[in-house]
């Protein structure tokens, strides 16, 4: 069975008191879970004082990006040493925000996500379609260039550490809204991408979260479904309380 997996993108957001506060308010409120890993990715300037308050509890600290460079002239970056180095275990690639605001390719994702793995850190890789790619029937085309993109140069044994995070970026902010059916489709979509280009136990065994919109309200009916092992939470996490009511109700039974 795959464990159930919940990750916190707190983006740009917190300062370092406040960041520390919403740790420990986590970390109480979860202490005592075990059928779910958990995850916060906060922003770079505060990961070390909140890997001092999750170090020694069930939660694992993640970044929201690194460069595919340890060091070197890239200012304003930051490589996957540097993130081990103040306690990270898992890293986020390829963000919607960051392809849209950013302009960051599948090429550059890949690269990001083959560097992550070499350095030891687990890539959380975000692929998903805009509302005029699901409104122009492309979805599942520009889903499969993107995963076949960021899984480019990645043999069987380390796409075997990654997570994937589908996001349905037509649905963060306009209104619509992805049911836990449509979501289960996409799901099951790229479960058959994953089977195709390594193997069919290489698919069933790969956690694929969802990140679009996810509250307390919804997280229990996506959870319900057979491909969905989790979520990539945004605006929810902010808020220590709906996060670890969203981890409670993600737990394995």
Known sequence: MRKSFIAGNWKLNKQVSEAVETSKTIKEG???????????????????????ITKDSNISLGAQN????????????????????????????????????LNESDEIIAHK?????????IPIV???????????????KVIETQ?????????????????IAYEPVWAIGTGKTA????????HKFIRQLIENKYTKELAENCRILYGGSVTPANIESLMKEKDIDGALVGGASLAPESFIEIVKKSQNK
């Not at 059928?35 to 004082?49: A, H, M, R």
């Not at 070197?72 to 898992?90: F, N, R």
């Not at 083959?114 to 850190?121: M, N, V």
């Not at 049911?179 to 996409?186: L, N, Q, R």
Request: charged share 25%; net charge negative.
């Open 66 to 101: 690194l460069w595919y460079e340890n060091q070197g002239a890239y200012t304003g970056e930051i490589g996957a040493s540097s993130l081990l180095d103040v306690g990270c275990k898992y890293v986020i690639i390829g963000h919607s925000e960051r392809r849209k605001y």
């Open 30 to 52: 979860t202490k005592n879970l075990s059928g779910v890993d958990i995850c916060i990715c906060p922003t770079f300037t505060v990961l070390k004082s909140v890997y001092e």
């Open 126 to 140: 975000c692929i998903g379609e805009t509302l005029e790619d699901r409104e122009s029937d492309k979805a599942q």
């Open 147 to 163: 995963f076949s993109g960021a899984c480019k140069n990645l043999p069987a044994d380390k796409f075997s550490k990654i997570i």
């Open 113 to 121: 996500t083959l560097s992550a793995l070499e350095a030891g850190l």
């Open 179 to 186: 049911t836990p059916e449509i979501a289960e489709g996409m």
